[in-house]
């Protein structure tokens, strides 16, 4: 295989035969000095030969990536010359028009194991490639021959999954997008399939998810319309994927609709997920009740109890709700057939709330009562059990009911039932209502307090429904893949028992739907009612001379360590990649690969950092810091979870962060990560992508006042502005993703200029709140720009400036 004299069938033959002895046994193929003869097999004349090598690369690589870090550049140069290429210059291997279709497919997903060159020239002849296939994807067909479209589309395919991998060139990832909405309504059921799937990756995009979002009525009707149950679930998988506040409602209302008659075997999943999305995007918590109680009527036995629970936990802890959920659930009730779950829901509620729609004849405490009574003896031992602290609550709330419980509790059935549990309740409840007096009573049977806020256990239980693996970085199952703690370490429900006999008294915090804030313990009450963070914060965090844990297992960000290697040369270069956007690869080597996703709302944020293992080879000793240096300790705060100290090869561990904004800041945390690979020790330290802007609030408002506004913020410190040449192509809708993504509301008819860009949001801080208003006037003849911020505070005016300058 070494010489260059050797026949190419013999080093085609060696190639794979190296490849087939190296899958039995790895140990006994050590490359070494054979490295690059190896990797130089890329540039071999023969096209057979090539291919074998590849094959041998790729599956070399994946256990020493550094070792044939090389073949990038040979890989970009072969494929480009095979794209560029006509069908009569490769006629040997030119299968139905399309030349080398397998050897293009190949380097391609050889590309996939490694981050984009940083060479210039080589990156800028790999984006010349993918533009080209995406170009070809659009001509005519040469053939109508089956083979000739497999051949064409196999090649298009793993372009965009290099395109989604690198997640680093807009123009990119919105032609991707589009290419793939021209699939969804194609006569073939696998391409459709395959494009549902890929765009649901292309959804995790900042750059991108504008552009899928165009195409949610075509995905709407192939949820509705498909034959092939697996596109149907592409299809709901893409809904999830593609949503947000902006389509929340009319995606939850399909997916419900579609729930009436879907498969039963996607059925618990699809209702997971809109359980989901109706907690995660509401903002009307009517809204979010409504939802819930139309799940539990379409789909009962598929709603689990991570999903009645949840609403349960919410209606408690939002006072404004609690009386349109007891009118919602007592009317639900009344329908004939009621499944058990609504049962459930409704004893719990109308126990606690009751008397809120007490006052309407129609719902009287005796109405109430009788309603839940009439469902009693068609339930199972848990639920009755409920039902009996139900009406113990009632005795509390509606003295007049007293007479009729106690009969039903004292008849045979109940105090002489045959399952202990619905006796011990019944002896116990018929005691307490004869010989406690009112104020004892009222003490015992006082409302509920709220239930300390954290994660929804709907979210692990999605991520458990959906197997091992099925997390990544590049999966965003996620915005939806927060899925931790089961609803904070203990898969609590609201405890019957723990209802009937709760006396504690908590603040009520705000509701959390997207799972910023973690779990408090349960006896201890948040420092102040008003508290946004729910005790997820120590009230030592930003200034504790080193890293301590809170009652949730969180480290306080701690002062760098003695001997923290110096921040990545390209570190600000990463940074500046996230400005606009939440999700995707903060760092890359042939080691480690580090994915993140975070969500931000008012002054507080959650980020989740992705450790990804590339080798075969364990870390050990693995260990990550999370540091605030100089100022920013007392501008920022930020909290993390710690890891696990080993990180098996090809595994990948999570991290999940606190962070909230205390006051306005420049600079950003860092972020320290040590492990030993090999013996040998691995020292890097990276910025972690928090800027000013991740905190912004989007703010509406007329062309009228905004120029009014502006004219206000007219002294001259409260403006910063910039000129500068554009960095990058100016695409309109480039433009807008990027500026969406900045967290402002991008404003429209409001310039008199209509090719300018103006944007308005508010910056909110604990100890403040900074109003911005944006103004971006492009010249495309000149290839330049001029962006102006006024904000009421100077600081954040030129900060905004330098990093938006770097964007555009």
């Known amino acids: 295989m070494n010489r260059s004299d050797t026949m190419d069938s013999v080093k085609q033959s060696a190639a794979l035969c190296l490849l087939r002895l190296y899958k039995t046994s790895p140990d006994l193929v050590l490359m070494g000095e054979w490295t690059s003869r190896v990797v130089h097999l890329l540039n071999d004349q023969h096209m057979g030969v090539v291919t074998a090598a590849i094959s041998l690369i790729t599956c070399l690589s994946q256990k020493n990536p550094d070792e044939f870090k090389t073949c990038v550049s040979l890989a970009v140069s072969r ?285 009287s405490p005796l109405v109430q009562f009788n309603l839940l009574h009439s469902k009693f003896h068609l339930c199972s031992v848990p639920t009755r059990a409920l039902l009996l602290s139900a009406y113990i609550k009632f005795i509390n709330l509606f003295p007049e009911t007293k007479a009729t419980i106690q009969e039903v509790l004292r008849c045979d059935s109940q105090i002489r039932n045959s399952d202990v549990e619905l006796q011990q309740r019944a002896v116990e409840y018929l005691k307490l209502s004869s010989i406690a007096s009112t104020d004892v009573l009222a003490t015992v049977l006082e409302e509920m307090p709220p239930f300390p806020e954290r994660e929804s256990s709907i979210l692990a239980k999605l991520k458990k429904k959906k197997g091992p693996g099925a997390i990544s970085v590049t999966e965003l199952e996620d915005g939806k893949r927060e899925g931790g703690e089961l609803n904070g370490g203990g898969d609590r429900g609201p405890d019957t028992a723990a209802m009937a006999a709760s006396n ?120 990550t810091t999370v540091s605030c240096p ?49 013996g040998a020790l691995q020292n890097l330290s990276l910025k972690l992508p928090v800027t000013i802007n991740k905190f912004f609030q989007p703010t509406e408002m007329s062309s009228q006042d905004f120029f009014q506004r502006w004219k206000q913020l007219s002294q001259p410190q409260q403006e910063a502005q910039k000129i500068f040449k554009a960095n990058h192509g100016m695409d309109t809708e480039v433009i807008k993703a990027k500026l969406l993504g900045l967290g402002m509301a991008l404003l429209d008819n409001v310039d008199p200029n209509p090719e300018n860009y103006v944007c308005a949001g508010v910056i909110q801080t604990k100890s403040q709140q900074v109003g911005c208003l944006l103004r971006l006037e492009p010249n495309a003849q000149a290839q330049m720009y001029r962006l102006t911020l006024r904000c009421s505070k100077d600081s954040v005016s030129r900060r905004l400036c330098e990093l938006l300058a770097q964007q555009f």
């Open 504 to 623: 504690a008294s908590t603040p009520s915090p705000s509701a959390d739907l997207l799972g910023i804030r973690s779990s408090a313990p349960v006896n201890t009450a948040p420092t102040s009612a008003g508290s946004l963070l729910v005790d997820v914060f120590s009230e030592a965090g930003p200034t504790a001379p080193s890293a301590s844990v809170n009652d949730d297992g969180f480290l306080s960000s701690a002062p760098p360590s003695e001997d923290p290697a110096p921040p990545l040369s390209e570190a600000d270069e990463l940074l500046d990649k996230f400005v606009c956007k939440n999700n995707g690869v903060l760092f890359e080597n042939q080691l480690l690969q580090i994915g993140i996703k975070s969500e931000y709302r008012q002054n507080l944020g959650r980020m989740y950092l992705f450790y990804g293992n590339k080798t075969s080879v364990q870390f050990a000793s693995f260990t």
């Open 79 to 363: 494929l480009s010359r095979i794209v560029s290429s006509a069908s009569t210059d490769l006629q040997d291997y030119t299968y139905y028009f399309v030349p080398a279709p397998w050897l293009s497919c190949k380097l391609l997903r050889l590309l996939q194991c490694y981050p984009p060159p940083e060479d210039g020239a080589v990156k800028g002849r790999l984006v010349e490639c993918l533009e080209t296939i995406l170009n070809k994807a659009q001509e005519p067909p040469k053939s109508k021959k089956v083979q000739h479209s497999n051949a064409k589309n196999a090649i298009l395919f793993e372009a965009i999954s290099l395109i989604i991998h690198y997640d680093s060139e807009p123009n990119l990832l919105v032609r991707a997008c589009n290419q793939l909405g021209q699939f969804l309504q194609h006569r073939e059921t696998n391409l459709r399939y395959l494009a549902l799937e890929s765009m649901c990756t292309l959804a995790s995009s900042e750059f991108s998810h504008e552009a899928v979002k165009t195409h949610i009525e075509t995905v709407i009707n192939a949820l509705k319309t498909e034959r092939d149950v697996s596109v149907r679930q592409r299809a709901a998988d893409l809904l999830y994927a593609m949503c947000d506040r902006s389509n929340a409602k009319q995606i939850v209302a399909e997916m419900l609709s579609y729930l009436e008659t879907a498969d039963y075997s996607i059925r618990e999943e699809m209702v997971l997920k809109v359980a989901i999305l109706a907690e995660k995007y509401a903002v009307d918590y009517s809204w979010y009740v409504d939802t819930i109680l139309n799940l539990i009527r379409i789909a009962g036995d598929y709603v689990s109890e991570e999903v009645w629970y949840r609403v349960i936990q919410i209606v408690i802890n939002r006072d404004d709700v609690q009386g349109y959920a007891a009118k919602t659930v007592f009317e639900a009730l009344q329908a004939p057939a009621c499944h058990e779950n609504m049962v459930k829901v409704g004893g719990y509620i109308l126990g606690e709330f009751g008397n809120l729609i007490a006052g309407d004849p129609r719902s």
């Open 630 to 678: 100089g100022e920013l300790q007392s501008q920022l705060n930020v909290q993390s979870k710690p890891v696990e100290p080993l990180v098996e090869g090809g595994a990948q561990i999570q991290q999940v962060l606190n962070i909230e904004c205390l006051t306005d800041f420049c600079d950003a945390p860092l972020l320290n990560i040590k492990f030993r690979y090999g």
